[in-house]
C-alpha cells in the first residue's frame, strides 16, 4: 500500500457571512481509527443547505437553537460540506464492510466534505458508485436524494400516488420528479419558464410555470404535494390535495410550524435523514439509469466563493458541483 499523504486541502469557514468567510487551508490528514475508514474525496455539492449553514440564514424562531446547534458567535465546525463521493484509501481495525480501492459516494452530518480526505464511521450513509458514473456525479445525487427518500418514508407515500413538486428544478425537485417517477407515480412539476423542459426531460408528466398569468394548482388532484421552495400553506394547498393527501415541506418557517402543528400526520416537516439503506437505494436507481445526476455547474476548489455564490442566487439546476 503507498503511504498516506501527510497534508491536504481543505475549505474553511471563518464566521457567518457572505461567500467571503471562505478560504482554503493546510490540514493534516486524519488517521483511521477502530471502525473508520479514509476517503480520498474527489467531489462534493455546494448544496443550499451549505450555503444556509455558512450565512445562518435560518428563519427567526429557530435562531437561538440553531447558534445552539451551530456556534453562538461563529461556526464551531469550521470545515464545510455535507456530500462526498470518492474512493476509500485506508480502513482501520475491525472495519468489515468496505475495502480499500471500493468508489462510494454519501453524506455524513453536515461538515467535513469540502477538503482532500475525510475520516467516515463505516456505518456512514453511503454506497458504491453504479459503473459509468464519474465522481462528479455520483456528487450530484446524495443531498436531494436522501431528502427525498426520508419524506417518502415519514409521510407514508405509496408507489404510484399523484405528486405534485413545487421548485421541480432544484436538487430536491429533480430528486423528486425522478424518483416519484421510478415508483410509477404522476408528476406534476413547477419552475420558472426557463426550467420547464428540464422537467420535462426528467419525466414530470405535467409541468406548470408559476411565472405564467393565471397560474393556479388544479383543484383535488394530488396525493402529496411536496413544497421545496418555502411559498406554500397549508391553508393554499389544501384543496390541491385528494382526500388523505399529505403536504411535505422541506422549508421550514414560524407559519409552516404553525400549520405542521395543526395537521399532524398530514403534514411533513423537519431534517431529511441519510441512511445506509438510503444510500443503497440512490444507487440502485442510479444505476437502473433512473435518477440522473443533474449538474448545473462545477468549480474547483479554488473557486469555493464563486460556487457559493452560484448557489445564493437560489436559480442553480439542480447540484452545483466542487471538483476536489
Ligand atoms: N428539510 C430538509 O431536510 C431539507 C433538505 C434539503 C433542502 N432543504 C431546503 O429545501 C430548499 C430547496 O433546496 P434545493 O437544494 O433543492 O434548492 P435549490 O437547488 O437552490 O432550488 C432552487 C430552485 O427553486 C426554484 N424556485 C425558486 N423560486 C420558486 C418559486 N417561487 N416557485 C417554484 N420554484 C421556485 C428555482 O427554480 P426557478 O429558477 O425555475 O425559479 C430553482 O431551480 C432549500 O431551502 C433547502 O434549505 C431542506
Known sequence: MQPLPTTMRAVHQSAYGGPD??????????????????LRIFASDVTSGDARIRAFNVPGIFWLPGRLSLGIFGPRNTLPGVDFSGEIIAVGSGVTRWQVGTRVFGQHGFFGSHAEYRLLPETAAMAEIPAGLSFAEAAALPFGGFTVLDFFNRGRYRKGESLLVNGGSGAVGVAAIQIAKAYGSPVTAISSTRNL??????????????????FALPQNAFDVVFDTVGNMRWAGIAPSLRPGGRFYEAVISGGLLLDALRNGKRMVIGTGNPTPEGAAELARLASMGALKPVIDSRFAMADIRAAHARVDTGRKVGAVVLEL
Not at 21 to 38: A, F, N, R, S
Open 21 to 38: 468567510v471562505l478560504d482554503i487551508v493546510t490540514l493534516p490528514v486524519p488517521q483511521p481509527g477502530p471502525g473508520e475508514v479514509l
Open 197 to 214: 423542459d428540464t422537467l420535462r426531460a426528467l419525466g414530470a408528466d405535467t409541468v406548470l410555470d408559476y411565472t405564467a398569468p393565471g
